[in-house]
């Protein structure tokens, strides 16, 4: 086992380091200040004795080309990638993640369905390019007066095989435990899990839910599932929609062009973005 030290701050030259906001296995990631943009920032380092792990090395390679290469209005922007040290500069986001929102209360259903197309869209985009997530959760999505903005693409993937077991416990589709099959539908997985736990402030399997690991079908959930509290009052159709998001079987779950449909005409369409998603809003 890796022995974990002290943050070492090292960053990139050109990059002061502030504070310290979130001290990782792999990881430390700075709040900092970009002496050539003239603007703090946020730079994710690959941890000193971290640095000899070439797997370790290319993720954090990787997520900073995804991070400088693919742009969205509802994808977090990379502004640098550097190789010595391993590190991705980001823009700073203002705001507060879904899941410290969602902590104050849940979410009503027309600020679902808009956070739901928000998020469609830009799991879209990654599709197009071949890429998927695999790690959508609350935590990862960043909220600021109406806008919100999907973060950390560490887990990002192609199609097909994967590492298994990737992914956060509680949020793991099924078909990640093998690292087999992984496909658009492990996205909708995750976005499903998302936009009930808006609804519901809880996750419909668990928050400690895993899955048995062993190469054999169907995969046997080590906690029984629970219908989430807070759903009885939505129309049946989001409902059916949103069980069909986590199905265990991902040939069971929608496409998101069909989760995007569903959830259009439940938006604001005579109120201003920001204001449907007012809630959303960090209280000040």
């Given at each position: 086992?890796?022995?974990r030290?002290?943050?070492?701050?090292?960053?990139?030259p050109?990059?002061?380091?502030?504070?310290?906001?979130?001290?990782?296995?792999?990881?430390?990631?700075?709040?900092?200040?970009?002496?050539?943009?003239?603007?703090?920032?946020?730079?994710?380092?690959?941890?000193?004795?971290?640095?000899?792990?070439?797997?370790?090395?290319?993720a954090?390679?990787?997520?900073?080309?995804?991070?400088?290469?693919?742009?969205?209005?509802?994808?977090?922007?990379?502004?640098?990638?550097?190789?010595?040290?391993?590190?991705?500069?980001?823009e700073?986001?203002?705001?507060?993640?879904?899941?410290?929102?969602?902590?104050?209360?849940?979410?009503g259903?027309?600020?679902v369905?808009?956070?739901?197309?928000?998020?469609?869209?830009?799991?879209?985009?990654?599709?197009?390019?071949?890429?998927?997530?695999?790690?959508?959760?609350?935590?990862?999505?960043?909220v600021?007066?109406?806008?919100?903005?999907?973060i950390?693409?560490?887990?990002?993937?192609?199609?097909?095989?994967?590492?298994?077991g990737?992914?956060?416990?509680g949020y793991l589709?099924?078909?990640?435990?093998?690292g087999?099959?992984?496909?658009?539908?492990?996205?909708?997985?995750?976005?499903?899990?998302?936009?009930?736990?808006?609804?519901?402030?809880?996750a419909?399997?668990g928050?400690e839910?895993?899955?048995?690991?062993?190469?054999?079908w169907?995969?046997?959930?080590?906690?029984?599932p629970?219908?989430?509290?807070?759903?009885?009052?939505?129309p049946?159709?989001v409902?059916?929609?949103?069980?069909?998001?986590?199905?265990?079987?991902?040939?069971?779950?929608?496409?998101?062009?069909?989760?995007?449909?569903?959830?259009?005409?439940?938006r604001?369409?005579?109120?201003?973005v920001?204001?449907?998603?007012?809630?959303?809003?960090?209280?000040?």
């Amino acid at each position: 086992m890796t022995r974990r030290r002290t943050p070492s701050g090292d960053l990139p030259p050109g990059y002061r380091p502030l504070a310290l906001l979130a001290d990782g296995r792999r990881l430390e990631t700075w709040d900092a200040f970009d002496e050539a943009r003239g603007t703090r920032c946020v730079v994710k380092l690959l941890r000193a004795e971290r640095r000899h792990e070439p797997r370790v090395r290319q993720a954090v390679l990787l997520e900073g080309h995804l991070a400088t290469t693919l742009a969205h209005p509802h994808l977090v922007r990379g502004y640098d990638v550097h190789d010595d040290p391993p590190a991705v500069v980001l823009e700073t986001l203002r705001g507060a993640t879904l899941a410290a929102l969602v902590d104050e209360e849940p979410l009503g259903l027309a600020d679902v369905a808009e956070l739901g197309c928000q998020l469609a869209s830009v799991l879209g985009y990654l599709h197009r390019h071949d890429w998927l997530h695999l790690d959508l959760k609350p935590d990862n999505v960043v909220v600021d007066h109406g806008k919100a903005v999907l973060i950390d693409l560490s887990l990002a993937g192609r199609p097909g095989a994967g590492r298994p077991g990737a992914g956060t416990r509680g949020y793991l589709a099924p078909e990640q435990a093998t690292g087999r099959g992984l496909s658009a539908a492990t996205d909708v997985w995750g976005l499903g899990m998302t936009l009930i736990e808006a609804l519901a402030r809880t996750a419909p399997y668990g928050d400690e839910a895993t899955w048995e690991s062993r190469r054999r079908w169907p995969l046997v959930h080590r906690r029984m599932p629970r219908a989430p509290e807070g759903l009885d009052d939505l129309p049946e159709e989001v409902r059916a929609l949103l069980a069909a998001c986590v199905s265990v079987d991902p040939a069971g779950r929608p496409l998101l062009a069909e989760v995007r449909s569903a959830l259009e005409p439940l938006r604001s369409p005579a109120t201003p973005v920001d204001d449907v998603l007012a809630p959303l809003a960090p209280r000040r």
